[in-house]
């Protein structure tokens, strides 16, 4: 494959939740990728850390940490690994972060196995309209998450996006079992954590899973709660319209979430047991 065919839409992974709000949250990266741009060059990994790692490209081959030097961008040592539940993982979303601030969208993105973290919903509604996933503690969890290497000035303008409604935290590798593709471990990273907590399912008091089909949770949401409804409804798709539009109805969404008896204050994740 040239990299004529790596670029996002041809791999069809261009789209932007963001812009899209019932496609949240996105496509994501299934296998190590470099991110540059329009494109997704394959990242093949090895052993002697991420930098070393190879990247395919006819004009833009060779060790990571070349490949960034070429591209003007900081090495792996200067960027920070940060876990992604939601659509930073989607290419597609991460790159529109980047590029409306006219930010180089130069990220190495990888496929990171760890434990000891599930995936819900936070407990608010976001500027896009959708209900956007949040992490939580789940000691016998073992999952497969995408982690985004980003330099300071892509960090700063990621979490410009998350807040206020989320805060970044750091996270030891050795807790949470950290495991790149190489077989090497990752000594830690950061990941974002609702500061409104996560919902709830009503019928086992667990929290609800996130990541998935956004109409159709919102379309739950919505029959489980006939001021919901009232305020949002009939569908989804009204749901995200009217909530991407205005500010108020967010806040009086967010806030029937708790009056429904719906949110978890789960605010932390605090280190695994053992």
């Not at 980047?98 to 407990?123: D, E, K, N």
């Not at 979490?159 to 077989?183: K, W």
């Amino acid at each position: 494959m040239t990299t004529q065919d790596r670029g996002l839409a041809a791999l069809g992974l261009d789209g932007v939740p963001a812009l899209q709000p019932l496609t949240y949250p996105g496509l994501p990266v299934t296998a190590p990728s470099l991110l540059t741009g329009a494109e997704l060059l394959p990242l093949h990994a090895r052993t002697g850390g991420l930098g070393a790692w190879t990247v395919d490209g006819s004009t833009a081959g060779g060790p990571l940490d070349a490949v960034l030097g070429r591209l003007g961008q900081p090495p792996v040592a200067g960027r920070r690994p940060v876990i992604a539940v939601g659509s930073n993982a989607s290419p597609g979303q991460l790159a529109h972060k980047l590029t409306r601030l006219g930010l180089p969208s130069a990220v190495p993105m990888v496929p990171v196995r760890l434990s000891g973290i599930g995936v819900g919903c936070s407990a608010h509604i976001g500027r896009a309209g959708y209900v956007a996933a949040a992490p939580y503690p789940a000691p016998a969890t073992r999952a497969t998450l995408v982690v985004s290497w980003l330099d300071a000035t892509q960090l700063a303008a990621v979490d410009a996006t998350e807040l206020p409604n989320y805060r970044r935290v750091p996270l030891p590798g050795d807790a949470y079992g950290m495991t790149l593709p190489s077989g090497e471990r990752l000594f830690g990273a950061y990941v974002y954590v609702s500061a409104r907590g996560v919902l709830a399912d009503p019928l086992t008091g667990l929290p609800r899973p996130g990541g998935g089909d956004q109409a159709a949770l919102l379309d739950v949401l919505l029959d489980a709660s006939p001021r919901l409804r009232e305020l949002l409804g009939p569908d989804a798709a009204s749901w995200v319209r009217r909530a991407a539009a205005d500010a108020e109805l967010r806040a009086r969404g967010t806030l029937l979430f708790a009056e429904e008896g719906w949110v978890l204050p789960w605010t932390e994740l605090p280190l695994p047991p053992g």
